[in-house]
């Protein structure tokens, strides 16, 4: 839709920015669906090389994922939003304390789906109202939308050497919504790769998960490995989660432009007390309905409780503690067979000499 005549496009932007940064987001930027045509055959190159894991979602719908003006061909403007949710406290002190678990920032209260999204509807509400006869859709993981590269492209920031994106003025602990919208906007020029020399993120990685700068191998990943991943771990790997059980924020905690991070508004994204550095004990004995009330609202729930009581058993076998010995054997008799492997392999790491 290009814009009526007496319309003001740069106007309406400005006063989009104005009313998106009222709705909690730090940044807006904006690009045409078509910004990135190199997107397709990224995406092929990664889905050839296996990079993705079991996320056989990620191979599906690439005419789509690749092509975002594909997904809906009426849209002439993609406006990515980012709100911040930059921690108060320094997100890895919980890797020093080995009993307990290492949950990622980002899931340590409120599901931040749902917060984003109704964030992004009321901004689409507003522009329509602005300029009736528009049309958008609001994006928040909710379809094959590569948010990153879009992001990119609208100025947000630019993919850093661990893939995630990044900012002068954001740091890397925001999250992204996109507005498809069939408004013929003024976009923003793309973000300019800074990282230089430093490859902090790629030196922390536990697992190596970065085969090259910029480069991701999903199936190394702890954030991969704990939360899509099903079914066993490999031996391998294992040791090296340490006491992540929900994702892992080393890569973006090192990041030396998190000096310019954006405060958090939301007070949802505050940890949880109860989650900030939960004690191992406590999290391997839940059963489906005890998980289901501790993360009740919680991004965490959506992988189930045997998943994630079998991410808690390898950072039970990886803590040393002795004290734990018992808990794991508590599980040896469970009824997921994943679980009852993790048990096994927590007891006999717990028995090894050291």
């Given at each position: 839709?290009?814009?009526?005549?007496?319309t003001?496009?740069?106007?309406l932007?400005?006063?989009?920015?104005?009313?998106?940064?009222?709705?909690?987001?730090?940044k807006t930027?904006?690009?045409?669906?078509?910004?990135?045509?190199?997107?397709?055959a990224?995406?092929?190159?990664?889905?050839?090389?296996?990079?993705?894991?079991?996320?056989?979602?990620?191979?599906?719908?690439t005419?789509w994922?690749?092509?975002?003006?594909?997904?809906?061909?009426q849209?002439r403007?993609?406006?990515?939003?980012?709100?911040?949710?930059?921690?108060?406290?320094?997100?890895?002190?919980?890797?020093?304390?080995?009993?307990?678990?290492?949950?990622?920032?980002?899931?340590?209260n409120?599901?931040?789906?749902?917060?984003?999204?109704?964030?992004?509807?009321?901004?689409?509400?507003?522009?329509?109202?602005?300029?009736?006869?528009?049309?958008?859709?609001?994006?928040?993981?909710?379809?094959?939308?590569?948010?990153?590269?879009?992001?990119?492209?609208?100025?947000?920031?630019?993919?850093?050497?661990?893939?995630?994106?990044l900012?002068?003025?954001?740091?890397?602990?925001?999250?992204?919504?996109?507005?498809?919208?069939?408004?013929?906007?003024?976009?923003?020029?793309?973000?300019?790769?800074?990282?230089?020399?430093?490859?902090?993120?790629?030196?922390v990685?536990?697992?190596?998960?970065?085969?090259?700068?910029?480069?991701?191998?999903?199936?190394?990943?702890?954030?991969y490995?704990?939360?899509?991943?099903?079914?066993?771990?490999?031996?391998?790997?294992?040791?090296?989660?340490?006491n992540?059980?929900?994702?892992?924020?080393?890569?973006?905690?090192?990041?030396?432009?998190?000096k310019f991070?954006?405060?958090?508004?939301?007070?949802?994204?505050?940890?949880?007390?109860?989650?900030?550095?939960?004690?191992l004990?406590?999290?391997?004995?839940?059963?489906?309905?005890?998980?289901?009330?501790?993360?009740?609202?919680?991004?965490?729930?959506?992988?189930?409780?045997?998943?994630?009581?079998r991410?808690?058993?390898?950072?039970?076998?990886?803590?040393?503690?002795?004290?734990?010995?018992?808990?794991a054997?508590?599980?040896?008799?469970?009824?997921?067979?994943?679980?009852?492997?993790?048990?096994?392999?927590?007891?006999?790491?717990?028995?090894?000499?050291?």
């Amino acid at each position: 839709m290009t814009l009526t005549e007496g319309t003001d496009g740069a106007a309406l932007k400005s006063a989009l920015i104005a009313q998106a940064r009222t709705e909690g987001f730090a940044k807006t930027g904006i690009c045409r669906p078509d910004a990135v045509p190199e997107l397709a055959a990224r995406l092929a190159a990664f889905i050839a090389q296996d990079r993705h894991g079991q996320m056989g979602w990620m191979a599906e719908r690439t005419g789509w994922r690749g092509d975002p003006a594909a997904l809906w061909p009426q849209a002439r403007s993609v406006i990515m939003l980012a709100e911040p949710y930059t921690p108060a406290e320094d997100p890895l002190a919980v890797l020093d304390q080995p009993s307990c678990g290492a949950i990622s920032v980002y899931a340590r209260n409120r599901d931040y789906h749902d917060l984003v999204k109704k964030r992004l509807k009321r901004v689409g509400r507003w522009l329509i109202e602005q300029a009736p006869g528009a049309e958008i859709k609001v994006f928040v993981d909710t379809a094959p939308v590569m948010e990153k590269p879009l992001a990119a492209a609208a100025g947000l920031g630019w993919q850093g050497k661990h893939t995630n994106l990044l900012g002068r003025d954001l740091g890397n602990w925001f999250f992204l919504g996109a507005i498809f919208t069939t408004l013929d906007l003024p976009t923003d020029a793309p973000g300019v790769e800074s990282c230089g020399s430093c490859t902090a993120c790629l030196d922390v990685c536990p697992t190596g998960a970065f085969p090259a700068p910029f480069q991701l191998d999903a199936r190394r990943c702890v954030s991969y490995l704990t939360i899509e991943h099903a079914g066993p771990v490999d031996l391998e790997l294992r040791p090296r989660l340490g006491n992540r059980i929900y994702g892992c924020d080393d890569c973006l905690a090192v990041c030396p432009w998190n000096k310019f991070a954006v405060a958090a508004t939301e007070m949802r994204y505050a940890a949880r007390e109860d989650l900030t550095a939960p004690h191992l004990s406590l999290l391997c004995g839940l059963d489906d309905a005890a998980f289901r009330a501790m993360f009740s609202g919680s991004p965490i729930k959506r992988i189930g409780r045997n998943r994630f009581v079998r991410n808690v058993l390898y950072a039970i076998g990886n803590s040393a503690d002795q004290g734990l010995v018992s808990t794991a054997r508590a599980r040896l008799e469970d009824d997921d067979p994943t679980v009852r492997d993790a048990a096994e392999w927590a007891v006999a790491r717990l028995r090894e000499p050291t």
